[in-house]
């Protein structure tokens, strides 16, 4: 169960990452909802970093609009790992990432410093549907 995981990240010592086109603010709210002890603990000892959108709100607390900079989407999600090398994985060689799609485990390509990685985007749609689109961008 995630919760083992979770507590595994820690006893290792693993950074663990989370990209997602949605709201990022939704993905770390479920995780401290459901495992508030273990997310405590990760982001004490700098293990986890939730990257997506975000809602900004004006100063009666209403929701106007999005990120102020750039979107991030499905498509340009890997940018996210420019901004994570400088922010949070320099010190670490060994990472977990997680998406929501299949393309998003390439989020940690090209980096010097990573030993081992695990990567895992999950895919949303079924495998008819999959090998219709680009399927010369998966790994086998």
Same mark, same amino acid.
């Given at each position: 169960n995630l919760r083992s995981f979770l507590k595994g990240i820690i006893k290792h010592? $693993? /950074?663990f990452i989370v990209a997602t086109a949605g709201l990022k603010d939704t993905a770390e709210e479920l995780l401290t909802r459901d495992f508030p002890n273990e997310v405590k603990q =990760? /982001? !004490? @000892? &700098? =293990? $986890? *970093?939730? &990257?997506g959108n975000y809602l900004t709100y004006d100063k009666d607390g209403f929701s106007n609009g999005y990120n102020k900079g750039k979107i991030i989407t499905t498509w &340009? /999600? %890997?940018e996210i790992s420019l901004q994570l !090398? @400088?922010?949070? =994985? +320099?010190? /670490? *060689? %060994? +990472?977990i990432m997680i998406g929501d799609h299949i393309w998003d485990g390439h989020c940690l390509d090209g980096f010097s410093n990573i030993k081992q990685k695990f990567k895992i985007g999950l895919c949303n749609i079924t495998e008819k549907e999959l090998n219709n689109r680009n399927s010369d961008n998966i790994e086998k």
């Open positions: 010592d $693993i /950074k =990760l /982001k !004490e @000892q &700098n =293990l $986890i *970093s939730v &990257n &340009n /999600k %890997h !090398e @400088q922010k949070f =994985l +320099y010190d /670490k *060689s %060994h +990472y």
